[in-house]
């Protein structure tokens, strides 16, 4: 079990910075669909936003602001030395969307739509889950990213 337990844990920090890479590519997409399927009908999105009992009153600017967010996001992800301000605003933003899931479904009385695009498809428990497995991830990448940068440190001081 502990020789199981070395070999993935060399593996990852061998491989790290295609990990890094595919962990951010894999924001980098899920942002940019969200963000153009919420802008592609952003009326209908501002109405889904409208009928959420926390965030009715700011459902115009969030109807905007949030797609804006993730694109910036993924715009950070997309460049190195802003990688990982994009990975933990990209922790941010899943762990605001959690939250606001949780929320949803323990103290609404009315539960709005979810989203556009793939993710609509899923009820809003699958959607937690998923947002869960997604918050997990930017944990995990900024853990490796660190990890990688401390060891160029150490490398370039040697």
């Known amino acids: 079990m502990k020789r199981t ?37 952003v009326q209908q999105f501002q109405v889904q936003m409208s009928k959420s009992p926390l965030i009715t009153q700011f459902s115009g600017l969030m109807a905007w602001a949030v797609p804006i967010l993730e694109i910036i996001i993924a715009i950070f992800l997309f460049i190195p030395r802003l990688r990982l301000i994009g990975l933990y605003a990209s922790f941010s933003l899943m762990f605001v969307f959690t939250g606001y899931i949780f929320i949803i479904q323990n103290f609404s009385p ?28 930017a944990v995990f990448g900024i853990f490796l990213y660190n990890r990688q940068q401390q060891n160029a440190h150490a490398y370039a001081l040697a």
């Open 5 to 41: 337990a070395l070999a993935i844990s060399q593996f990852f920090l061998k491989h790290r910075n295609v990990i890094v890479e595919i962990i951010c590519y894999l924001f980098i997409f899920l942002f940019l669909y969200a963000a153009f399927s919420k802008l592609m009908d």
């Open 110 to 137: 009315y539960v709005p739509c979810s989203c556009g695009g793939i993710l609509n498809s899923m009820g809003w428990t699958e959607h937690f889950i998923f947002n869960i497995g997604f918050t997990l991830l």
